[in-house]
Structure formats: C-alpha cells, structure tokens
C-alpha cells in the first residue's frame, strides 16, 4: 500500500529550504468547499491547478488522498509523467476514476456508489511540478437520502375535557439522512412546547443501515373547541442544496365533554304532517359524552318513529338527556299537529233518479283541520266547482256518475272523494232519426234501433200492413241506452217501424227499404244509328211490348250496377235517349207492318238494300209476359212467331 510519507522531516527540511532560498511554490490548487450527493448516486470532485511555468520541462506528479480524521488519512491516487495507479486495499479502490474535462488544469475523480460512510470525508488534491513547487486543495462530501412518508396516528379512544395533559396523537418518519426533523401543527398553526399545556417528545432510532428514523408524541389538555380541529405532523429533511417538506396525513380526534343545551325535532316527514304519515323524532345535545342518556316521552333513545299517526297523536313531546358522570340533566319541548281530513259527505247521497227536464242540485263537503278545495268531475273532466252542483234542464246526456274530490291545497296528496249516480228518467228518445232510408239486394236485413231512456223502454218492430216482426226491451247501459236489432226477411219494397214506449211518453222511427232485383248481364250488343253512332257496351236494350194488336209500351232497363256519378251521368243520358229513338221506331215499323204499308205478309221486301253492312239495326222487343216477340232480321223481313 502506498501511503505519502508525512512523517520525513528530511524531504520537508529541504523544501522549506528551497522555498526559502527563492524557488518559491508557483503551483496554486482550487476546489470546491463541498460536493453533495445522494446516498447511491455518483460524485464527481474536481481539482483545479495553475502554474507559471506550466508544461514546461519540469515532471509533474498528482495524488489523491481521503481524510477521515488525523488517523484515518491514506491515499488512493497516485500519477506522473510515467503512469497512474490506484491505489489497492483501500474503501474506493473499487469505485474510483480520475480523468480530465478537457480544460488545461483540472482533473476530476468520480466516486461511484455513493455510502453512507461517505459522508463528512475530506477528498485532498496534490499536485507537485518539479522545478515549481506543488500545492494541494480539498473538497469534503456530504451524502443524502429522503425519508419515508410520515405516518400519523390519533388515540383510538376519546379523550375528556380536563386540566391533564393527555396524548392526542403519534407521528413517525422513517429512513432518512441526515436526521429529519418533525413539527406539529393543529389547524395550520405549529405547536410547541408549553408547560401543562402542550408537550411534544421526539425520539432518534439509528437503523442498522446507518439511516435515521424519527418518533414524535403530542400531549396537550384538550378543550372542547378540539372536537373540530385538524391535526398533523411536518417532516423537514435535506437534499442537496435545498431543504424539503413532507406533511401527513389530517386527523381529528374524539372530544367527550358535558352537554349545555338539548334539541328536539321531527326529522321526517317535511312540513305538514297528516293522517296515514310516519313521523320520526330525533333528539341532540351540544355535548359529547359516553355518559349521555336520551328519553322521547318515556321511550329510550336519541330518536322515537310513530306509523300511520292520526290527530289523536297530536300532542307536546319532551326529550330528557340525563350525564351522570358530569351530574347534567337538560330537556326540550316540541309540538306535534296532525292534520286530517274526513271523508266526504254528498246530498243526495247513492242514486238519484230526476225527471227529464228538470234541475238538479247536490252539496259536497268534508271536515278538515286546513281550508280545502272542493271540485266535481264526470267521465275524468271537470264539471263544476265549489261544494255546490247544480244541473239545469237535465238529459239522457246528464246522467252518469259525479265524482266529488276535495283536495287540501296545502299538502300535496291530502284528498278524499265520494260519489254520486244520476238517472234521468223520461220519454224515449230515438237516436238513428237521419238513417231511415236503406236501400238493399239482400233477402235478409239486420235493423238495429238505438234508444235512450229510463226506465228501460219496451221496443216494438212492425210493418206497414200492421205484422209485428219483434220485441225486445234490452237495456245495455246505465246511462239510459238501449239497443233492438231485429232480421227482416226482404222480397219487396218494405217499410218497417221500430217503436219504443214506457210510462212517459213514446217515439219512433220509420225504416223505408228499397229491394233491388239481382239481375243477369247479357253479352255485349251494339246498337248502331245512321248517320250518328251510338255503341252501349255491356248493356241490355229492351222495350217491353204490349200483347198483339196492342201498342208497344217502352220500358227503360234498369241498370245492373250503379254508376258513379259526375261525367258518366252524360254518356248515359244520351244512351237513353237512343234507347227510346229505337223503341218509337220499332214501334212505327211495327205499325206500318201490320197496315201492310211496307211489305205483305207472304212477301220479302228488303228495305235495308241501300244500306251499307255497318247499318244494321238489331232490335228486341219484348212484351211483359214474353208471349210474343218480332224480330226484324238483318234483310228487314218480318218474321212470326211459327216461322222461326
């Protein structure tokens, strides 16, 4: 091991002889005071030289030495003109280098792996030019590691209001270096010692790692403005070059003390109580002891529920407190009202049957602790109101039920209701009056007969030759509705009555139905008219004839269907009209022919011989009973009955 041999008076003899004799030292060697670091960081300490005859000729030497103290001084660096060397057996052999910053003059050695044993060491630079003397500087270096977080903890009991001084609460931090320091503070305000008043005890643990940790205790006397106040512990630690803050966690701590005042209330419901409601008292004090004892009227307990409460429950509730261990006996008054409402009486009351056309009047009311709202409603609507209903010339339309509700404005769903059913009784009243006329091409017809009336009517359905068909007296409502249906066998036009009568009168209606034949389309003929022509498509031109030797009698068909109105009405029209321009003339040739003007009954005359073949004239007569028909063949020759 190489160690600088302090110990030669003879080498130091001859440099303080030398510096005397004029070869003054011109080395001159700065560094920093000190180099601070974390605890496991790396540290770099460099020394700074300047001479005057720098890199001249002259061999330069630089060693590195650490100082503990005056015995515990080695060195670990040693370099000259030839090599470097770091020294062995020693704490940084392991952990050191030594290099340059590229600036003339300045050598660093890194320290890696910074120990706690590190700190407070002196780090000496020497540095020797031959022929100019040598000088040396040092740098100490001071290690650092941030504590833990703080932990704060408050007594699990509650503390009393006294005159002695008792613990509140425990802090600790742990793991820091250099040793942390803790404050208190209750309510941002710090705490410090004060005789028979507060008291805080701190207390170092040097943990196997050389690291500190801290324990601080506060006792105070403890007062009742306590009970809201917020405690904590500050921990102060170093870093390098700053001073840094860590705060716990708040606390608050339990406070028994005495009550000096009592409150009793009802918690629930809000505002007005009424009948059917849960009520819930609560009773308090301004005070804080184990020692309390609560009574609501006889009943333990800070808080007392009553179900379903009625306006018997009505009354004055007291809460008594009772500490026995501070000798305190308070109590405190409420009142409690219930309101009610009773059920609602109606006049007239059940059913009530008034004559048609007459007034009707009903009151509606009930008792209540609060003003209330009285309103009628039939069917869900409003009708009236006020207590009183008053009804006016009343109609089958009047009857029904009133439903009378009397609301309490005050407090929301505080209402009762009761009933009332209304029958108008009078004549019947029929209520199909416009739909009298039907018109139909079936065999059987349902009718149905509406009628309003009370009491219940009895319903006749008869025909115009004086045949009852049917009778029924079916109610189907309450309302003063009854309702016939009756099936009418239909083969001609028929009128039938529906008649309805009870002890105050009668009415009726009169169905007038109208039969229409079914009826047969024959196949399509066209009917063609020089110089003008008219085509009927689909449509069936018949003239109904007398007998023989009478004259022809002209019918219009009736049409299979009926046709819509609006611009076919035109194009019937005009149909018709040639209908009937064919019937006269079949009729004047039929008249000539029998005259024998045209042709003799054993001869053939062709009358159509100038006619072109588009003018052909087909025509059917026909006589009511179909006995006897002349056809006019398409040569014009008239043809009989045994001749076909």
């Known amino acids: 091991m190489a160690v600088r041999d302090a110990a030669s008076p003879l080498l130091l003899g001859l440099l303080c002889l030398l510096h005397t004799w004029g070869a003054r030292a011109s080395v001159e060697v700065n560094m920093e005071d000190k180099v601070e670091v974390f605890l496991g960081d790396t540290a770099q300490i460099t020394c700074m030289f300047k001479s005057d005859d720098f890199g001249g000729s002259g061999g330069m030497t630089l060693e590195w030495y650490y100082i503990k103290s005056t015995k515990d001084t080695q060195r670990i660096y040693s370099q000259d003109s030839l090599q470097s060397t770091v020294d062995k057996n020693t704490p940084y052999s392991d952990r050191i280098t030594v290099g340059t910053t590229g600036t003339a003059g300045e050598v660093v050695l890194t320290i890696r792996d910074v120990q706690l044993s590190d700190d407070e060491v002196a780090f000496n630079c020497y540095v020797k030019i031959i022929g100019e003397g040598s000088g040396e500087g040092s740098t100490k270096l001071k290690v650092f590691k941030t504590p833990e977080d703080p932990t704060i903890q408050g007594v699990e009991q509650g503390i009393s209001v006294s005159d002695e001084v008792k613990r509140v609460a425990s802090c600790e931090v742990k793991n820091g270096y250099p040793k942390p320091k803790i404050t208190w503070y209750r309510d941002k305000m710090p705490l410090h010692n004060i005789p028979d008043a507060v008291k805080v005890d701190h207390r170092v643990t040097t943990q196997s790692s050389g690291l500190f940790s801290v324990n601080s205790d506060l006792d105070m006397k403890v007062e009742k403005k306590d009970k809201d106040a917020v405690f904590y512990c500050e921990v102060t630690f170093l870093v390098p070059g700053a001073e840094k803050m860590l705060e716990s966690n708040s606390i608050n701590i339990t406070v028994f003390y005495p009550p000096t005042s009592v409150n009793l209330w009802v918690e629930s419901p809000e505002g007005k109580v009424k009948e059917g409601d849960t009520v819930e008292f609560l009773c308090a004090s301004d005070g804080n002891s184990e020692s309390q004892y609560f009574t609501i009227n006889n009943n333990d ?344």
């Open 301 to 644: 307990g800070r808080s007392l529920k009553m179900e379903n409460v009625t306006r018997h429950n009505s009354g004055v509730y007291q809460c008594t407190v009772d500490d026995y261990e501070n000798s305190v006996n308070l109590s405190a008054n409420t009142t409690l009202f219930v309101n009610y409402l009773d059920e609602v009486v109606i006049k007239p009351t059940g059913s009530v049957s008034v004559d048609w056309k007459k007034e009707f009047s009903a009151t509606c009311n009930a008792l209540s602790s609060l003003s209330t709202s009285t309103t009628w409603f039939k069917d869900g609507k409003e009708v009236e109101k006020g207590h009183h209903l008053n009804l006016k010339a009343v109609t089958y339309d009047t009857a029904g039920t009133y439903v009378c509700v009397v609301t309490v404005p005050d407090i929301q769903a505080m209402q009762a209701n009761a009933s009332l059913q209304l029958t108008v009784q009078g004549p019947p009243e029929i209520i199909e009056k416009q739909l009298t006329e039907k018109e139909t091409n079936e065999r059987e017809l349902e009718l149905t007969c509406h009628i309003r009336s009370f009491p219940t009517p009895n319903i006749t359905w008869g025909t115009s030759n004086g045949k009852i068909i049917s009778s029924s007296n079916h109610m189907t409502d309450v309302g003063a509705k009854s309702v016939a249906k009756v099936q009418v066998n239909i083969t001609s036009n028929t009128t039938v009555f529906c008649n309805a009568s009870n002890e105050f009168g009668k009415d009726s209606v009169t169905y007038v139905i109208k039969f229409t034949k079914h009826t047969t389309t024959p196949a399509t003929t066209t009917t063609t008219i020089s110089p003008t022509t008219i085509t009927a498509a689909n449509t069936s031109t018949s003239i109904n004839a007398a007998k023989p030797k009478s004259t022809a009698k002209a019918e219009t068909p009736k049409p299979q269907e009926k046709v819509q109105k609006g611009s076919y009405g035109v194009i019937i029209a005009v149909i018709i009209i040639c209908i009937l321009l064919l019937a006269i003339l079949g009729s004047v040739l039929y008249f000539l022919y029998k005259k024998g003007k045209i042709c003799n009954r054993s001869g053939k005359k062709d009358f159509t011989k100038e006619k072109s073949s588009k003018d052909k004239i087909v025509v059917e007569m026909k006589s009511d009973n179909t006995e006897e028909a002349i056809l006019l063949g398409v040569n014009g020759e008239k043809q009989l009955p045994n001749d076909q």
